[in-house]
């Protein structure tokens, strides 16, 4: 992977960070239903499991040497 799609995938697991916070400020303080807030909840999660995983990956690739 060169170092500008590293570049690139950074933004989006930050991108995807910034969502997970919206999303689960939204689903513990703005929804009463139980199945919205388990949604939310969830694909909170799942975008934060993306952003953890997309972290670890650029951090351990090391330098592209290009």
């Keep these: 992977m060169s170092s500008l ?3 690139w995938l950074s933004f989006y ?3 995807a960070m910034f969502v ?3 999303l689960i400020s939204i ?4 929804l009463n239903n139980k199945l ?3 949604v939310f909840s969830l694909t909170a ?3 934060l499991l993306f952003a953890f ?3 670890v990956y650029i951090v351990f690739s090391g330098p592209t040497g290009g």
């Design 5 to 7: 799609d590293k570049m």
């Design 13 to 15: 697991a930050m991108g």
């Design 20 to 22: 997970c916070m919206i």
């Design 27 to 30: 689903s513990r303080n703005k």
């Design 36 to 38: 919205l807030k388990f």
């Design 45 to 47: 999660w799942l975008l």
């Design 53 to 55: 995983f997309s972290m």
